[in-house]
């Protein structure tokens, strides 16, 4: 562990860093953007190569016997890199983000250039020889990796981490799928749990110097870009609500099954961990010789899905390889996301259930392409729980918000069945499961000192409340009170009131757990117990290698 030294992180200096440093934080978020764009556009750019160089290697030669050993014999040398790798650093296994939300938690450390190397390479591999995983998950892990690696290598002040994180992490999924709006409501909304004026600006301005970058290369639109101008009409509503309840039923499956798969591969009952990766491999190759459509993230299969090239059949029999070979490849720990993956399955439900309105019930065929873009979001929320992120990345790719109400009608419904059944989101349940088995445990310093930031709700406990009748955590002091843009000194007589935005500073080693009781004090009443984990994540300190 590095030394502590006091005079820089005393409780004067921090605070004085803090108050006058806001602009400078800013500036570097917009050049910490500028290094995740090219981190991420190099990625995407290896990507496509392993890939185009797999699908003509294999389309050409698979049926000459001569070639088929060679075929076999990358596959394997690739399934013992990523092991390997995997066995050099456990963090890059999955997507990604459940071990960003963890370091952000002060649960999981994050050992960036470890990350950034192993995730990169590992994840070319796996995507390129035909796994069903997304860039998206790994992207965010490696920006979020960067935004750690810029406060290292600049010396920056702890207290600025969290923005450069959390900004990193956006500006990953703002580069991946070009566009810059889904990955800063993402970062904020499902891996910072946290809105604030200050919080939103340094983010958008990460992702959009990382989206400059990647509109450089890439051009301006998105990943996937759809043109559908017919507006759904208010008669076919009690179709789409049906939808979301099926794609929340869907979502609460797909929940489900991954963590079988994930204990299926864990286990050595039948065969032995590190032979699974070597399995997984060759079911890709096959996959990329006979069934391409399934395979990787799946941007060649959303837009004919889209502009409807495929009959029931057909669509029924890519949802449900797509579903099993996307369990097989997350199951295995390879490095890949679920994101695209998630969209996909959800286009296909999509197409599926339109097609069968139209059919039988007299829908006009045009509005099959709304079910699609409507089951992509409402799939991702069922599963992600993520609703504002699911409903702008669709308005993003379509360019309009002309399908906002019933888009959004179907992403409430899509939420509230899994919360009904009590189905935690999945990257909770990732997060919980890598903290059982993860032994890199962020343990801070003591004698550093942090600040916390929270934000008095409505109805909380602490609402109407003088600060010396609140039973504060233990190893915490207000240092201010901000109401209507004025500062206030946390006097005990001090009446607080909803929306009161307080600063509290703390040791870091006391952090985690001064952070989740706030939440418990603080927050929503109203709030499920279990979403503390993830309740308002408003500190990232730089943890020990």
Request: glycine share 8%; aromatic share 12%.
């Amino acid at each position: 562990m590095k030394p502590v030294h006091a005079k820089e992180n005393n409780a004067y200096n921090i605070l004085d860093h803090w108050y006058n440093t806001k602009s400078l934080i800013i500036l570097e978020c917009l050049i910490l953007g500028v290094f995740v764009g090219f981190i991420v556009v190099l990625y995407r750019f290896l990507l496509d190569y392993v890939s185009s160089l797999m699908d003509k290697y294999i389309f050409v030669h698979i049926h000459d016997p001569h070639y088929v050993p060679y075929i076999i014999a990358f596959l394997l040398f690739a399934a013992f890199l990523v092991n390997k790798m995997l066995s050099i650093q456990p963090l890059i296994s999955g997507s990604g983000i459940p071990q960003v939300k963890g370091y952000i938690f002060r649960q999981i450390k994050m050992p960036w250039i470890s990350i950034i190397i192993n995730k990169f390479m590992a994840g070319v591999l796996c995507i390129g020889s035909g796994l069903s995983l997304g860039r998206e998950g790994p992207s965010i892990q490696l920006g979020a990796a960067a935004g750690k690696g810029f406060c290292k290598i600049f010396r920056r002040k702890k207290i600025e981490a969290k923005y450069l994180v959390t900004g990193g992490a956006s500006a990953g999924l703002a580069a991946a799928f070009n566009a810059p709006l889904a990955g800063v409501v993402f970062a904020l909304e499902e891996v910072h749990k946290n809105f604030s004026p200050f919080i939103v600006i340094t983010v958008l301005a990460t992702a959009v110097s990382a989206e400059f970058v990647s509109e450089t290369f890439y051009g301006s639109n998105p990943v996937m870009n759809f043109d559908i101008v017919d507006k759904f009409p208010l008669a076919h509503y009690n179709s789409i609500i049906l939808l979301g309840i099926v794609l929340g039923i869907a979502g609460i499956l797909y929940n489900h099954f991954l963590v079988l798969s994930l204990d299926l591969f864990s286990s050595d009952k039948f065969i032995k961990k590190k032979y699974k990766m070597y399995l997984v491999f060759l079911l890709a190759g096959a996959a990329l010789a006979f069934i391409p459509e399934i395979t990787r993230g799946g941007h060649h299969l959303i837009e004919p899905v889209v502009d409807l090239r495929y009959g029931m059949r057909a669509v029924l029999v890519f949802l449900i390889l797509k579903f099993m070979f996307s369990m097989v490849s997350y199951g295995s720990g390879a490095p890949g996301g679920i994101f695209l993956p998630l969209l996909v399955i959800g286009a296909l439900i999509g197409s599926l259930y339109g097609q069968l309105l139209s059919a039988h019930s007299g829908m006009d065929p045009v509005y099959i392409q709304n079910m699609v873009i409507f089951a992509m979001a409402g799939f991702l929320t069922a599963v992600v729980r993520a609703p504002i992120t699911a409903c702008l990345l669709i308005c993003e790719m379509t360019g309009s918000f002309t399908h906002f109400l019933p888009l959004t009608v179907v992403v409430i419904i899509s939420y509230l069945i899994p919360e009904f059944f009590n189905c935690h989101p999945i990257y909770d349940i990732l997060l919980n499961r890598a903290l059982e088995n993860n032994n890199a445990t962020y343990i801070g310093a003591e004698k550093c000192k942090v600040l916390l930031e929270k934000t008095v709700v409505v109805d909380s406990s602490v609402e109407n409340k003088a600060v010396r009748d609140i039973e504060w955590p233990e190893n915490c002091l207000i240092v201010n009170i901000e109401r209507c843009a004025k500062d206030y000194l946390p006097r005990g007589s001090f009446k607080l009131l909803a929306a009161d935005h307080i600063t509290f500073i703390t040791d870091e080693a006391y952090a985690a757990g001064v952070k989740k009781k706030l939440g418990k004090l603080m927050d929503d009443p109203y709030l499920d117990s279990s979403c503390y984990i993830n309740t308002s994540i408003d500190d990232i300190m730089d943890s020990q290698k």
